[in-house]
């Protein structure tokens, strides 16, 4: 009976992101079909280049890799938002936290560092294109892709292992539909403004560098098709560019604006709707904006259909 005492008082409390009622469960069975359609989308684009011999390619390999991130994403988060709303039954064992948020941690970073890898890709392939075999070789490419998850992966164990073992004597409620390390420091009964100061710089690292090596790429990008291109080049150029920066702006400005502010900033209302984008929406779009929009891939389904 004692044991079982301290392994209630061990677990979390996750407030979710719905309260009972007619609206939000609305919103609940759209969340899950959002969950379905990304799961399906990723699922399918992942499958096709991996069957279509025509697709491996470089830039179709980071596709691949970025739509396997997404798959494990989305499912770190809505399975259990979802449970606990079926269930009514809220708690998250301490260790299922920990783990939870160790493995968002890293997906979230690895994403991060890869989108940057994948504007670096269209950029070598349109501002460089003679040289592109050598500077998007599969050696390279496997070095962009492991350098991405060992990185994020060390800072995602490092971030986890030092929250986890503060002492969290407040209320064990996470305002929040999931562990995330942000969500979790105001349950810290000690200080942890020099603790934010080393999450600002992650995030910094992680999501700022990259977002403007995304910005700066397409920038060059789209000055070399201006140069090159026909009208209609320009326009599909302006089209395909946008619709990128678009989704990476969606995820990069809310990751950014959730682990770039101290804790006492945050709204819990505020940051599970932002938690929204990068947990769902982002995942929804990427295999949609980047490849099943794509002639390429769109061939390829049909290849395999016929």
Request: aromatic share 12%; glycine share 4%.
């Amino acid at each position: 009976m004692k044991m079982g005492n301290q392994s209630v008082e061990t677990d979390f409390i996750l407030s979710g992101l719905f309260q009972y009622g007619q609206m939000n469960t609305f919103l609940f069975v759209a969340i899950v079909i959002l969950f379905s359609v990304a799961l399906m989308g990723n699922i399918i684009l992942v499958l096709l280049i991996r069957l279509d011999t025509r697709l491996h390619t470089p830039m179709y390999f980071l596709l691949s890799q970025l739509s396997f991130i997404d798959m494990m994403y989305i499912s770190t988060t809505v399975p259990k938002m979802t449970t606990n709303f079926l269930t009514s039954r809220k708690t998250i064992a301490f260790f299922g936290c920990e783990i939870q948020a160790f493995v968002f941690l890293a997906l979230g970073g690895t994403e991060a560092l890869l989108l940057g890898f994948m504007a670096y890709d269209r950029y070598v392939a349109i501002c460089h294109p003679l040289h592109y075999a050598v500077l998007m070789s599969k050696k390279i490419c496997w070095f962009m892709v492991t350098c991405t998850w060992a990185s994020s992966s060390s800072n995602a164990l490092i971030h986890t292992l030092y929250v986890f073992q503060l002492p969290f004597c407040r209320s064990r409620v996470v305002n929040h539909f999931f562990c995330e390390v942000p969500s979790l420091l105001p349950l810290v009964c000690q200080d942890t403004s020099q603790y934010e100061h080393t999450i600002l710089l992650s995030g910094l690292i992680i999501l700022l560098l990259p977002f403007m090596a995304i910005l700066a790429s397409y920038a060059r990008v789209l000055t070399v098709v201006f140069q090159m291109s026909s009208g209609k080049g320009q326009t599909k150029a302006i089209s395909t560019c946008s619709s990128h920066l678009i989704v990476a702006s969606l995820f990069y400005m809310t990751t950014l604006s959730t682990y770039t502010r101290p804790h006492y900033l945050h709204s819990p209302e505020e940051d599970k709707a932002v938690a929204v984008f990068y947990t769902i929406i982002t995942p929804l779009l990427n295999p949609f904006i980047y490849s099943l929009r794509n002639k390429e891939v769109i061939g390829a389904m049909r290849r395999l259909l016929v």
